[in-house]
């Protein structure tokens, strides 16, 4: 079977490659200190700082830097919750079924009824801000999304012949949750898993450009945006960096999760490639 | 309207009005029942402990859950919140104000984005799979990629600051005409209809799609019946329901998104007076501004599901 | 050459139909799927195309229309309607033709109607459109059709939406209104497949007749060749979209002169012989009854049976029947209210739960859709392979010799082996299904319809070898069918059931022999004989009405 990755998924896997490697190797890349003033307020673009200054004048590559890292670190981690959470959940509800099931799923509906951004303003006004807090807090808050998602994809393999088969055959739980339902449920899921991790990096930096996520000394893309926008009005583009990574991110998750499935689709059809 | 479809309507209303209140029950509890004190986190760590109990009693934190509660949700009822902690202001009178400058902001969002939805959905199915098509796909992936501020501050820069069209804040009060109002808003909607659009169309597109591939549009063109005719004919009245469904649903996003593009340019309605809120802790406010922004978003839910059961012919005309 | 042309109603000279295959992640791909036909009907007469799935004869009954579902389109050749080349058609003069000269009526009616209008507005819509009378006009000739047609309240039935009206009944409207422009072609695109058997012959009957009283020209599209047989005057059979034979209904049926139409002829004519029945049965029934959850009433009542070590018994009837319902109270997938199930003389636990392994080993089941009855995730070896591992604990090699022997013995062989169900035909999967069961060495299988999903050769070659594994492995079946033909080919012993009820039950030999009580009757005379004639018969003959109606 040979591998043929179009062009656009190509780019957003570099792509990707670059942004999840400027977080892991923050403070190798960083050219100065996370918090150090190296020169004036709003420096335009030099070959000393390549992305100019801040408003207070520290480095903005270097900013940007430690902000790829808590973006991804946060969202990245928000999203494993969420996921774990929301699969387990969704096929425990679907192979327990009965009371269990209606329960945990009408719980759901009543939190998505309100919406995300409200729900988590609502409780950020009164639990302190901490990057712990605010993993939990999304992560819970998406979690209902990735267990309507995963509940609907096992509901529809729960049904099919092949776990009846299993059951008559006298299977237990454990091989008709790992076995049947869980490799067939995958590929759905793994492709929203990109499509949930954008949303995290989208709905983190929403939150820290309120001011209500990352808090200094931490930063985040939001929170760089956050501290530049005044600049904006005199005409300095420097909120507009960290704007770009963002859109660049998560276009990038994008174009990989759209391959992904494409390719998924294209097992369901057959295997002769 | 058949009785039954009434009763099913009834249903749905009932539903909704429980969702209502469960959704008030959860911010109120989302505010109270968490970790932590809510006198300490209002007051922050330094608060000396007689003023923790001052604050106590003043919110009414020594009573039992159940009745503040009650006493908060007939009080909201009746259009009074109680007064901020932080200025003592009347919420109900600060709200009326905003809410009412938020709605106008989003209905001039609507106005412009919805016919301009359906008008892009059509063209992307007119030319499926071609150019127009792949285009508006390109375009609308890329709108749902970046958050609302990014969209915002980048048509700031350009139009604002660089072209200086029209001004970066948007000011609104009550000594402007209507067109100096829509002058001032106008970035703000145009913001607005690009976070909204996007999710629209690629719904409107996969509704009329999902139409357009039923064996009934077959049925109709193997009668020979011109291409106009198939679609005011068969198409429109069976893709009508799903569009408002579309509609009705994305409003309910846009309400939401009203919040972010309102900070951007410091506009004075309900989502700037939220996030501010939510900065100095002031709960009253969060639960007030909060319940609204539910209510909305859930009635909204609602009409797109009530929409859903009137217009569906097998309900309307039972067997 | 013109002049040969006109006194044809159609006449395709080598048509060839190519489509456009876009497999994800590669590009699009062009095929051909008929490859160079010719054909032709005269005015008045009925031509019958016939082959099983992939065989192009929607596509050429649709070519009639010049249009080509979804990437389909006409590649080469010439089609004339009424002396006219339609490929060289405008737009417009398409539109002229399509619902005016040329109607068509669709395999699902209940998909084909607009479910927003009503049944009236829909049928009169081609007249209107094409302005060929009023609509007063239009509206009489609907009635007189719907009369014709046999429908119920002919005067009203247009006043009622599609989801109002039985399935049988909408097919019989798709028919009414395919014929109320009258029309000098109507395609009839498989318009009885959907329904029930005994509803099947009644609307096969009415568009006979309609047929007849109109004389209209009719191209009628089947996989089944005995339906064919009773309305046409000419049959073409296809196969891989290319024409195999074409001649008069009569020469097909009674002088088939390809080994392809032989076979297709002599498919419903393999009857496995009866063996009385000997020793102390598997599986017995006695006074079962069950319903689901949420009903007031029982979906099987009552009903008590045997079966016999390495026989078959045949459970037959239609969908509502209660025959599927059954099974799931066997497997204790349902567990029954009243009565008991043994098996080998002792009484099965009512729940699947509560039943042990071997218990659940000596009962197996095939499932109707092999396709979902396979893990797609799962290589065949360990579709086959989990049950000897599972009940006998057999690993590595000698799990995967006795692998390969069940692969030998469902004709497939070791190169199946690292296969997975998508790479897999229709009758290869159930075949596979077939192994799986045969794995745990039951002493009874369950076959749920397991060949009615199938093209008839492909269902044949299936009857074959569960006859042939019968023999060799002593197993006994319980085979659930609606097709009375499969009940001849396979069963020792047969029960008829109709509403939750078994109301027939006995040897085959008895219970397809007359007297008949009415319903056997019903059902018995449903089942199309590759006859001329026959439908007439049956219809003048028949005592009770078909529940589609």
Redesign the interface.
């Known amino acids: 079977m040979t591998m043929r990755i179009p062009v656009s998924a190509l780019i957003g896997l570099t792509m990707m490659v670059f942004f999840f490697s400027l977080a892991v190797f923050a403070p190798l890349i960083a050219p100065y200190g996370i918090g150090e003033v190296v020169g004036d307020v709003w420096e335009p673009m030099s070959a000393k700082h390549w992305l100019g200054t801040d408003n207070i004048g520290r480095d903005l590559l270097t900013r940007m830097i430690y902000g790829a890292r808590t973006t991804i670190f946060i969202a990245s981690a928000a999203t494993v919750l969420s996921f774990t959470l929301g699969t387990l959940l969704a096929l425990g509800a679907v192979v327990l079924g009965g009371w269990v099931d209606m329960a945990l799923s009408r719980f759901i509906d009543l939190i998505m009824s309100i919406p995300t951004l409200i729900f988590a303003l609502v409780v950020l006004s009164v639990v302190p801000t901490s990057i712990l807090i605010l993993i939990v807090l999304m992560g819970l808050l998406d979690t209902t999304r990735v267990y309507r998602l995963a509940r609907a994809v096992a509901v529809d393999i729960n049904v099919m012949d092949y776990v009846e088969a299993a059951r008559l055959r006298g299977e237990g739980t454990r091989w008709i949750v790992l076995r049947e339902i869980l490799p067939n449920a995958l590929s759905p899921l793994v492709a929203e898993l990109g499509l949930r991790f954008i949303f995290m990096v989208l709905f983190i930096s929403t939150l820290s450009f309120l001011g209500l996520g990352v808090l200094p000394p931490d930063t985040d893309w939001g929170a760089i945006v956050k501290e530049n926008k005044e600049g904006l009005v005199y005409g300095i583009p420097a909120a507009l960096a960290p704007a770009v990574a963002i859109a660049t991110l998560a276009i990038s998750v994008n174009l990989v999760a759209d391959w992904v499935l494409n390719r998924t689709t294209s097992l369901k059809g057959g295997r002769n490639a | 309207m058949p009785s039954h479809l009434i009763l099913l309507v009834i249903q749905r209303l009932a539903l909704g009005v429980l969702?209502l209140l469960?959704?008030s029950v959860?911010?109120f509890a989302?505010?109270q029942i968490?970790?932590?004190d809510?006198a300490q986190?209002v007051l922050g760590q330094s608060a000396t402990p007689e003023a923790i109990a001052n604050l106590r009693t003043e919110m009414g934190l020594n009573e039992p859950a159940v009745s503040r509660y009650l006493k908060w949700l007939f009080g909201a009822v009746q259009g009074d919140f109680g007064t901020a902690l932080t200025n003592g202001a009347d919420i109900g009178t600060s709200i009326s104000k905003r809410l009412g400058n938020t709605l106008f902001l989003a209905f001039w969002a609507a106005v412009i984005s919805v016919p301009l939805a359906i008008l892009l959905g059509l063209i992307a199915v007119r030319f499926r799979n071609r150019w127009p098509d792949r285009l508006i796909s390109a375009m609308s992936?890329?709108t749902?990629?970046?958050?609302?501020?990014?969209i915002g501050?980048?048509f700031?820069?350009f139009v604002a600051?660089?072209l200086r069209w029209v001004p970066?804040v948007s000011m609104i009060n009550d000594s402007m005409s209507l067109m100096q109002k829509l002058q001032s808003i106008a970035l703000p909607v145009i913001v607005l209809t690009f976070v909204v659009l996007a999710h629209m169309m690629r719904m409107t597109r996969a509704a009329i799609l999902n139409v357009m591939e039923?064996?009934?549009i077959?049925?109709?063109?193997?009668?020979?019946?011109?291409r106009f005719?198939v679609i005011t004919?068969?198409a429109l009245?069976?893709s009508v329901a799903p569009i408002v469904n579309v509609v009705m649903l994305n409003l309910?996003y846009l309400?939401?998104g009203v919040?972010?593009v309102e900070?951007?340019f410091v506009y004075p309605g309900m989502g700037q007076y939220?996030?501010d809120?939510?900065?100095k802790?002031?709960?009253p406010v969060?639960?007030a501004a909060?319940l609204i922004?539910?209510s909305v978003?859930?009635l909204l839910?609602m009409a797109a599901d009530i929409i859903g059961i009137v217009a569906n012919?097998?309900l309307r005309?039972?067997? | 050459m013109r002049d040969t042309v006109t006194h044809n109603l159609v006449e395709i000279r080598g048509l060839k139909i190519g489509a456009t295959v876009f497999t994800p992640g590669e590009k699009p791909k062009d095929v051909e799927i008929v490859h160079g036909v010719d054909l032709n009907l005269e005015k008045g007469k009925v031509l019958g195309l016939i082959g099983e799935s992939g065989a192009g004869k929607s596509t050429i009954g649709l070519s009639t229309l010049a249009y080509g579902r979804g990437g389909i389109r006409i590649t080469g050749g010439e089609i004339f309607i009424n002396g006219v080349d339609i490929l060289k058609n405008s737009m417009g003069e398409l539109r002229d033709l399509r619902g005016r000269k040329v109607t068509y009526v669709s395999q699902s009616a209940a998909a084909g109607f607009n479910p927003s209008k009503r049944l009236m507005d829909q049928v009169v819509e081609s007249c209107l459109s094409h302005k060929l009378c009023s609509r007063k006009e239009a509206e009489e000739r609907a009635v007189r059709l719907f009369r014709k047609l046999g429908l119920p309240d002919p005067e009203n039935f247009g006043m009622r939406y599609p989801h109002q009206v039985s399935g049988g009944q909408l097919q019989r409207a798709m028919t009414a209104m395919a014929l109320c422009p009258e029309p000098d072609l109507v395609i009839f695109d498989e318009p009885t497949t959907a329904l029930d058997v005994t509803t099947q012959i009644d609307v096969l009957a009415s568009i006979k007749e309609a047929i007849q009283d109109t004389g209209v020209g009719a191209i009628y599209i089947t996989h089944d060749l005995a339906v064919v047989a009773q309305v046409s005057d000419h049959i073409m059979v296809l196969q891989h979209g290319r024409m195999v034979e074409y001649g008069t209904t009569d020469q097909i049926i009674n002088n088939p002169q390809k080994d392809y139409t032989r076979a297709l002829v002599s498919i419903r004519s393999t009857i496995h012989d009866e063996t009385p029945s000997r020793g102390e049965p598997v599986l017995k029934l006695d006074n079962v009854s069950a319903r689901y959850r949420g009903l007031n009433f029982d979906v099987v009542k009552d009903v008590t049976l045997e079966i016999h070590p390495s026989q078959t018994l045949a459970v037959v009837g239609e969908s509502g029947s209660g025959k599927s319902t059954l099974a799931r109270v066997m497997t204790g997938l349902l567990p029954l209210r009243q009565g008991t199930v043994s098996f080998n003389g002792e009484t099965l636990p009512a729940a699947l739960e509560d039943r042990s392994k071997e218990q659940l080993r000596e009962l197996q089941m095939i499932y109707q859709m092999a396709d979902v009855a396979m893990n797609p995730r799962q290589t065949i070896e360990t579709i086959i392979g989990r049950p000897l591992e599972f009940y006998f604990g057999m690993q590595g090699a000698e799990k995967r010799a006795r692998v390969i022997e069940l692969l030998d013995e469902i004709e497939l062989g070791e190169s199946f082996l690292k296969r997975y169900p998508a790479e897999l035909s229709g009758g290869q999967k159930q075949r596979v299904c077939i192994a799986r069961a045969l794995a745990a060495k039951p002493r009874l299988i369950i076959c749920d319809e397991v060949t009615s999903a199938l093209d008839p050769l492909v269902a044949d070659g299936i009857l074959k070898l569960l006859l042939n594994l019968q023999e060799i492995e002593h197993v006994s079946y319980l085979f659930i069918t609606h097709d009375l033909a499969t009940v001849r080919a396979i069963a020792d012993t047969i029960a008829v059931m109709y509403q939750g009820n078994v109301v027939r039950y006995g040897p085959k030999s008895q219970v397809l022999e007359p007297p008949f009580d009415d319903y056997t009757d019903l059902l018995l005379s449903s089942v199309p004989e590759m006859k001329l004639g026959w439908l007439e018969d049956v219809i003048s003959t028949r005592k009770m009405d078909s529940a589609g109606n």
Do not use: C, W
Not at chain 2, 144 to 150: D, L, N
Not at chain 2, 219 to 226: D, N, P, R, V
């Open positions: 969702l469960a959704s959860l911010i989302g505010t968490l970790p932590g809510v986190a992936l890329a749902i990629s970046v958050p609302e501020f990014v501050y980048v700031m820069f600051v660089k970066s039923s064996p009934y077959e049925t109709a063109e193997l009668k020979g019946l011109s005719a004919k068969h009245p069976n309910a309400v939401v919040v972010v900070v951007i939220l996030v809120h939510v900065a802790r002031d709960i969060v639960q909060g922004f539910a978003y859930i839910n012919p097998r005309h039972p067997k």
